[in-house]
């Protein structure tokens, strides 16, 4: 007879459960089969008894592994489209015991383009999906898998995770990003790059471009001039009363797109006169500037006789 814990249960009685006689040196086997519900240590306790004979009772320890595969994906929660985000996949076989054929199946949503990854993939013509197969993982061994994925699309961007083996079953796992666009301005402040005499007019060019990978809505742009420069009132903006400040009209800038803004200042005291242009967009606590100088000079009339005439010799 046997008794069985409560996570062995019997699948089949014992093939011999009595035996007539036994004579000295003689065997006889007894196998029964079971089914482990969990893992751990368990005891199993039987008992042999024979007529004319005391009863023998005898323990045995009994240890029940399950095979465990651990999986874990790491990758960026946030990101921006344009930029590339390193996921990591982890598969750990925690377990003493090998897990055989290991089949491993990711899919990545359309708003993220997989360019590098670490160990070659499969790629299911069907629905774009890439698969692994590690035919045997040894117990505590662990197989890494990284790869590289450029955001394409704004919103939540998905990265499903099946993993299939024969021993330990299956199991899933999501990782999701979230996608976001962003403008991004720069501006530069251009002048005809020559000395200008007092009274004289000059030309300036402010360039705006948008690197980022959203549109730039309500982009306001604005000059700050010194008291040696005066603007030329015209279309396109506003000066300030004070006449050292000039609004542009608010305009959007798609991305990638450039925008300029041109405007004249005539000079009014000699010296080297710096213009400060700055950008900022609706929304945005950041305001970014950028100067550029022009050198006003006194030009001097040096008066000639009409009574001089010049010489020509050959």
């Known amino acids: 007879t046997s008794e069985l814990p409560d996570n062995i249960e019997k699948v089949s009685e014992p ?47 009994l240890r029940v592994i399950r095979p465990e595969l651990a999986i874990q994906m790491l990758g960026p929660k946030q990101n921006y489209l344009g930029r590339d985000g390193i996921y990591r996949i982890e598969l750990e076989n925690s377990s003493d015991i090998e897990i055989n ?13 997989v360019n590098t990854i670490s160990e070659q993939a499969k790629v ?8 692994w197969k590690f035919d045997r993982m040894e117990g505590q061994q662990k197989q890494i898998i ?23 079953g299956s199991k899933q796992l999501s990782l999701r990003t979230e996608v976001n666009g962003r ?32 549109d730039a809505e309500q982009v306001a742009v604005s000059v700050d001039l010194p008291s040696g420069l005066m603007p030329v009132n015209q ?6 009363p004070s006449g050292n400040y000039i609004t542009f009209d608010e305009v959007n800038i798609k991305a990638g797109a450039k ?3 041109s405007f004249k200042v005539v000079a009014s005291a000699e010296g080297e006169h710096v213009v400060r242009g700055t950008v900022s967009q609706q ?6 500037s950028s100067e550029n100088s022009i050198f006003v000079f006194e030009a001097e009339n040096t008066k000639v006789s009409d009574a001089l005439t010049p010489e020509f010799r050959r």
């Not at 054929?101 to 899919?107: C, G, Q, R, T, Y």
């Not at 299911?124 to 698969?131: H, K, R, V």
């Open 15 to 61: 093939q011999k459960t009595l035996v007539r006689r036994l004579v000295p040196g003689q065997t006889a086997k007894f196998q029964l089969s079971s089914f482990a519900r969990t893992s751990g240590s368990s005891q199993i306790i039987y008992q042999v008894s024979a007529g004319g004979a005391d009863a023998q009772k005898g323990r045995k320890t």
């Open 101 to 113: 054929d290991v089949i491993v199946k990711l899919n990545v949503t359309r708003g993220l383009q």
């Open 124 to 131: 299911d013509e069907n629905n774009g999906s890439l698969n």
């Open 146 to 168: 990284q790869f590289r994925a450029k955001a394409t699309g704004e919103g939540i961007q998905a990265c499903d995770l099946n993993v299939v083996t024969r021993e330990a």
């Open 183 to 214: 403008a991004d301005l720069s501006i530069r402040v251009f002048d005809a790059g020559e000395p200008v005499g007092i009274g004289s007019k000059s030309d300036f060019m402010i360039e705006v471009i948008n690197h980022g990978s959203r």
């Open 235 to 240: 279309q396109g903006y506003t000066v300030n």
């Open 259 to 261: 925008q300029n803004f």
């Open 283 to 288: 929304g945005s606590m950041q305001t970014i």
